[in-house]
């Protein structure tokens, strides 16, 4: 069974940090592409980072403050995520995409509540 298990999500304050991390079991294959997405209620889910075949993506609303990493030994990703605004308040979830046995595979995390508040 493939699991994506989340944690780090918190309350802070305004400028703020705070390290995410998502670990993935039961993935046959390594993940071609891990990363992280963020929603808040009545809104799509967006990308907030993501490592695509060895290559990082961020948004311009994270960019130069988020920062993502892959531990490929662990099938695990980080989000460090630096001068957190209000606006970064949201529901955060990790993502795994790949291949295994010629079929494509897309596993979600159940998510990590992050409040940013003074």
């Known amino acids: 069974q493939v699991q994506l298990v989340e944690s780090g999500g918190d309350s802070v304050q305004p400028g703020g940090s705070l390290r995410l991390s998502c670990v993935a079991s039961?993935?046959?294959?390594?993940?071609?592409?891990m990363g992280w997405y963020r929603q808040v209620p009545e809104k799509q889910r967006e990308l907030v980072a993501e490592v695509r075949y060895g290559h990082t993506n961020y948004p311009d609303s994270v960019k130069g403050r988020f920062i993502i990493s892959r531990d490929d030994d662990k099938n695990a990703v980080h989000l460090q995520m630096n001068s957190l605004k209000v606006e970064d308040t949201a529901v955060y979830y990790c993502?795994?995409?790949?291949?295994?046995?010629?079929?494509?595979?897309?596993?979600w995390g159940q998510g990590t509540q992050v409040i940013v508040s003074a």
């Open positions: 993502r795994a995409e790949g291949w295994a046995g010629g079929r494509g595979y897309d596993y």
């Open positions: 039961g993935i046959p294959f390594s993940p071609n592409t």
